[in-house]
């Protein structure tokens, strides 16, 4: 991560733990809330901030195999230098050894986000902004209700 260059003044340190600290049944996908693992279900709404305050950043969806199940995942991949560099801030969600088995880029202008995900996305965001002191991240990029 250290290769990762902020992005208009907010490191990506920084807003991983505004993440973290921000993660509630809320924001979680199904309502799920885990105190021992609060990454659980966080990770679309977790790659859409990314994504808001790393404007170069694509989110990818993926498929880990966790050794018991297969389960969908979300995560970003970060333009850096002439390669990308995978940024995956909810993958303690599951047990060592999990693997990725498929993956692929989606489109940003074609998510096709419901009311329901646009809601948890809104919420971790305004959680990330309060903790970061109200820093709303690239002045261009998009929240993600789309506004």
Known sequence: MADVPPADGVDLIA???????????????GGVWDERNPALGQCYPTA???????????IVKGVVWTGVSHEVHFWNELRVGGGSVAVDL????????SVVVARQV???H??????TTLARCDSLLAGVRAHLGGTGGAPDAPRPDGR
């Open 15 to 29: 807003v991983r733990e505004a993440l973290e600290a921000s993660w509630s049944s809320r924001t979680s996908y």
């Open 106 to 108: 989606l489109d940003r």
């Open 110 to 115: 074609a998510l096709g986000d419901g009311a």
């Open 48 to 58: 859409r901030v990314v994504q808001h305050f790393f404007p170069s950043a694509e």
């Open 90 to 97: 909810t993958w303690q969600q599951f047990p060592p050894g």
